[in-house]
């Protein structure tokens, strides 16, 4: 009849504990995340992508750039994978170890994914939240600037651009982060304008806070989980972005490489017989964009407030 | 109706002017001219060329005869490579071929991905709708950069069904790769982007009446469910444009089709500063316009939409 008084009470103790363990925003989202297998696999391949590219160098028994000219003219049987001579992935049609060359290639396909993101990501946060706080004529017309930008083919004036200014790194970054932040600040807007109206915005404004600092400390930190969504969603496209470019030969020059490039020399070789000359490359291509795509999914079905 | 059309147009025309503008800046502002050779010519000679093309005169006189007579004439001026022909012609030449694998490549992707996404939706969870997803998800990572060596290394070098490259005017064998290379992607996106809105509409309240009623499935889906299904399609149609565009560049580079792209990309290799103008210009343009129509229409379908 009566219950046991032990069981009562550990029921009480968890329930108080379970009070005190409260769970934030970010934990739910993690423990969320943690549940989609593909989502965790892709992080895992991820993380080894880049282990690759970071010290992959290590494992490299050449320099990417030395050239073994006993090689060059007969690629297609000497220059095979093989762990005896050290060519771990065989060499190009040039006589350079396409191991090293994949390690710096996806290096830098790494680098102009992250740090394109980053650039979209921070100016188009800063635009949209600008527009979508003030809202009115200064939106009509922030947000007017953008449509108009949407509408130009910006692939042709990037080319435009590196063909006047010579090709570098850095054109190649401006080009790209020209280009990338207008779906960002579209959607940084449209969240500001359910934020702008909340409790919160309203005692800050009431209290005297000045604009910039509203927009900084009170709507940018509660865009935070859709634009780390719609980051991890952009790296792939800056990836493909700078591929593309370098894959006409307009990106990153020689010696140096991307896996836009590689691509390029291995698609121009395969038909001479040595097919590892696009598939090491093409392979470290789209392990990469798959998994930042499924990652991104991940965190937009653990962040995203719409789906839950 | 028409005052809507009048304000987009409105828009319109000042971002093309923005757009030549830009790119005339952009030229101007290039180091060193397109006569500057290895060899240079004795400044006599080089001033009557420049003459020739108005090179001579000073930057606002230039800009604005630019603009005018591509405004007015669309008249893109004479191209600085290629000796005896003028940007028009070049443009006469590539791009019927680009519009002709293009408007197959739109179709091919517009068709089979919103069937594809329509089938996975009425079919959810069945092989139809794995099938479905597994193709957008694959086709995804694969741009057409990578489709095409792909499809070249199968059916060229394997199975030597196709020829590997060239136009051959536009003959369906050399049709196929490149409209298979250019859509892939497109197609997956258009069908996962089918495919989710027309889920959300199927769980609507007024598809549940219609179904209520007695209506057969089939007439549900085409008169009711079809029409809301397709809006966000068609605002998905203006990016695919410009996507579609630049991957031409890609599809005349490696499949040697000689539309646009490949002089594009001769001519930013050349620094033929006027070709690649005049090309941009066009693209631009292009696109402008396709986002006119596709704004119209979905002006037109979307009730919601008052204007």
């Known amino acids: 009849m009566f219950p046991n008084r032990a069981a009562v009470e550990g029921v009480a103790d968890s329930m108080q504990l379970a009070e005190v363990k409260g769970r934030s925003l970010w934990a739910d989202a993690r423990i969320r995340f943690f549940r989609n297998r593909a989502a965790v696999i892709s992080l895992i391949m991820l993380a080894g992508v880049a282990a690759f590219a970071l010290f992959g160098g290590a494992l490299a028994q050449y320099e990417g750039d030395y050239v073994d000219f006993s090689l060059i003219?007969?690629?297609?049987?000497?220059?095979?994978?093989?762990?005896?001579?050290?060519?771990?992935?065989?060499?190009?049609?040039?006589?350079?170890?396409?191991?090293?060359?994949?390690?710096?290639?996806?290096?830098?396909?790494?680098?102009?994914g992250v740090i394109g993101a980053l650039v979209a990501v921070i100016v188009g946060t800063l635009y949209g939240a600008t527009a979508g706080y003030y809202g009115g004529r200064v939106d009509g017309i922030m947000m007017r600037i953008v449509d108009v930008l949407m509408s130009i083919p910006f692939m042709f004036v990037l080319i435009l651009m590196l063909v006047i200014f010579g090709r570098s790194i850095f054109m190649l970054f401006l080009g790209i982060g020209l280009i990338s932040w207008l779906d960002?600040?579209?959607?940084?807007?449209?969240?500001?304008?359910?934020?702008?109206?909340?409790?919160?915005?309203?005692?800050?404004?009431?209290?005297?806070?000045?604009?910039?600092?509203?927009?900084?400390?009170?709507?940018?930190?509660?865009?935070?989980?859709?634009?780390?969504?719609?980051?991890?969603?952009?790296?792939?496209?800056?990836?493909?972005?700078?591929?593309?470019?370098?894959f006409l030969g307009l990106g990153v020059q020689e010696p140096a490489t991307s896996l836009g490039a590689l691509i390029n020399e291995g698609s121009r070789?395969?038909?001479?017989g040595y097919y590892w000359q696009i598939a090491f490359p093409l392979f470290f291509f789209v392990a990469t964009i798959f998994a930042f795509f499924f990652v991104g999914d991940g965190l937009r079905d653990a962040l995203d407030p719409k789906d839950r | 109706m028409l005052s809507f059309i009048v304000r987009r147009l409105a828009v319109a025309i000042p971002t093309l002017l923005i757009l030549v503008v830009l790119s005339f800046i952009l030229m101007y502002a290039a180091p060193g001219g397109p006569f500057n050779s290895e060899r240079p010519l004795p400044p006599e000679v080089l001033a009557n060329i420049e003459a020739k093309y108005g090179l001579d005169q000073p930057f606002w006189k230039q800009i604005v005869n630019y603009v005018v007579s591509v405004v007015t004439q669309f008249d893109f001026g004479p191209s600085f490579q290629y000796k005896d022909r003028t940007v028009n012609d070049v443009i006469a030449q590539g791009f019927p071929v680009t519009l002709t694998y293009g408007f197959w490549s739109f179709v091919v992707a517009v068709t089979i991905g919103v069937s594809l996404g329509v089938a996975a939706a009425i079919k959810q969870n069945t092989w139809i709708d794995y099938f479905a997803v597994g193709v957008s998800i694959g086709a995804q990572v694969l741009p057409n950069f990578v489709?095409?060596?792909?499809?070249?290394?199968?059916?060229?070098?394997?199975?030597?069904?196709?020829?590997?490259?060239?136009?051959?005017?536009?003959?369906?064998?050399?049709?196929?790769?490149?409209?298979?290379?250019?859509?892939?992607?497109?197609?997956?996106?258009?069908?996962?982007?089918?495919?989710?809105?027309?889920?959300?509409?199927?769980?609507?309240?007024?598809?549940?009446?219609?179904?209520?009623?007695?209506?057969?499935?089939?007439?549900?889906?085409?008169?009711?469910?079809?029409?809301?299904?397709?809006?966000?399609?068609?605002?998905?149609?203006?990016?695919?444009?410009?996507?579609?565009?630049?991957?031409?560049?890609?599809?005349?580079?490696?499949?040697?089709?000689?539309?646009?792209?490949?002089?594009?990309?001769?001519?930013?290799?050349?620094?033929?500063?006027?070709?690649?103008?005049?090309?941009?210009?066009?693209?631009?343009?292009?696109?402008?316009?396709?986002?006119?129509?596709?704004?119209?229409?979905?002006?037109?379908?979307?009730?919601?939409?008052?204007?």
């Open chain 1, 269 to 272: 070789t395969m038909q001479f």
């Open chain 1, 184 to 246: 960002m600040a579209r959607i940084a807007r449209g969240q500001t304008l359910t934020i702008k109206n909340k409790e919160f915005v309203e005692v800050a404004v009431a209290t005297g806070v000045r604009p910039s600092k509203i927009i900084l400390r009170h709507i940018v930190p509660n865009l935070l989980g859709i634009v780390i969504v719609y980051a991890t969603l952009l790296v792939p496209n800056m990836i493909i972005f700078e591929s593309f470019i370098s």
């Open chain 1, 73 to 112: 003219g007969s690629n297609a049987y000497l220059g095979v994978p093989s762990i005896e001579t050290g060519h771990y992935f065989g060499t190009d049609s040039n006589g350079r170890d396409l191991f090293a060359r994949t390690v710096q290639g996806t290096g830098i396909s790494l680098m102009v």
């Open chain 2, 147 to 307: 489709m095409a060596p792909i499809l070249l290394l199968v059916f060229t070098l394997w199975l030597g069904w196709l020829p590997g490259g060239g136009w051959n005017g536009g003959q369906w064998q050399f049709l196929i790769m490149p409209v298979i290379a250019l859509s892939t992607s497109y197609m997956a996106s258009i069908a996962r982007i089918t495919r989710s809105s027309m889920l959300e509409v199927l769980n609507t309240n007024f598809i549940r009446t219609a179904q209520a009623k007695g209506l057969p499935m089939r007439r549900v889906i085409w008169r009711h469910a079809m029409k809301p299904t397709i809006l966000p399609v068609l605002s998905y149609l203006g990016p695919a444009f410009v996507g579609m565009i630049t991957g031409s560049v890609i599809i005349d580079v490696f499949f040697s089709t000689g539309g646009i792209g490949q002089f594009f990309v001769n001519s930013a290799f050349n620094r033929d500063y006027s070709v690649i103008m005049g090309i941009t210009i066009l693209v631009g343009t292009l696109t402008i316009l396709f986002n006119l129509v596709v704004d119209i229409l979905y002006a037109w379908i979307d009730p919601k939409i008052r204007y």
